[in-house]
């Protein structure tokens, strides 16, 4: 199967963000999906805000999100944006390093009304970043999202169901990907 980065941009591995990701995983993982995460969280505060392309951990994540053929991006919306620390890992993305990669916006915000996030703060963002093929993705808001006392997460039923349509349309427009490019490796031959 296809190559999958998740880009995390929450600052906390406790966010109820990773309730959305962790769903995801499970989804793109059961499809066969090899899987890198690159989340804000795990990498090393000083070397990413120093944008330090020396550090191993940098350069691992971004080789990741270079060999992927698809990219989660996954963040808090803070007063109508993505995080900040969503913001420092995009920053080390070179100039089209999405290009012709599927892009798969998950956000979760304390409100509904931050829900244009995606397509005012991240889109543009993408889009200089050669990105063009942004799914619709999921905006979910922290209250459908429940912390359990083992650490886990339960989500509301609606948001288990946005969450696996939306992988269903990620696995298609790979599929998709596919098909077009074994056509094209078949009409050079």
Not at 61 to 82: C, F
Not at 130 to 145: E, P, R
Request: proline share 4%; glycine share 10%.
């Amino acid at each position: 199967m296809a190559k999958i980065a998740l880009i995390i941009g929450s600052p906390s591995s406790k966010s109820r963000l990773f309730g959305l990701t962790e769903r995801v995983e499970e989804q793109l993982q059961h499809a066969g999906h090899d899987l890198a995460w690159v989340s804000a969280a795990e990498l090393p505060a000083e070397e990413l805000l120093r944008a330090d392309f020396g550090s191993p951990a940098i350069q691992e994540a971004l080789a990741a999100i270079a060999a992927a053929g698809a990219v989660v991006i996954a963040s808090p919306v803070y007063k109508a944006a993505y995080s900040g620390a969503l913001k420092t890992i995009l920053d080390l993305i070179p100039q089209k390093g999405l290009q012709g990669k599927v892009i798969l916006p998950l956000f979760i915000g304390g409100t509904i009304a931050h829900l244009l996030a995606v397509d005012y703060a991240l889109k543009p963002v993408v889009a200089a970043l050669g990105g063009t093929h942004i799914l619709s993705g999921v905006f979910a808001v922290d209250q459908w999202v429940s912390r359990l006392e083992n650490g886990g997460y339960a989500l509301e039923e609606q948001l288990r169901e946005r969450l696996d349509e939306a992988v269903g349309e990620l696995n298609r427009e790979l599929a998709r990907y596919r098909g077009a490019e074994q056509e094209q490796a078949v009409g050079l031959g």
